[in-house]
């Protein structure tokens, strides 16, 4: 699977709601601490929700490249084999 579109839209959707979530917290609360610790949540929570798609396709690149090596191996002493 080149692309995991189905993992990426739940991560998506879910970090959304967490998102609104503590950021509408954080508009409600009237200790300035509390707010900040909020608000820093929400962005570390996008920050992985932005991260997720990279990892996921990263990942499963180097799955693909682990199944394409043994065939180069393969092919390169072949090739070498009539030189």
Do not use: K, N, Y
């Not at 990942?59 to 070498?80: C, M, N, T, Y």
């Amino acid at each position: 699977m080149p692309f995991p579109a189905l993992s990426v839209l739940a991560v998506t959707a879910v970090g959304a709601v967490v998102i609104a979530g503590l950021l509408a917290l954080a508009v409600t609360r009237r200790r300035a601490p509390a707010v900040w610790m909020l608000a820093v949540t929400g962005v570390l929570v996008a920050l992985a929700v932005t991260a997720f798609p990279l990892v996921a396709v990263v990942l499963g690149s180097a799955q693909r490249v682990g199944e394409v090596g043994p065939v180069v191996v393969i092919l390169w002493q072949r090739l070498s084999g009539i030189f």
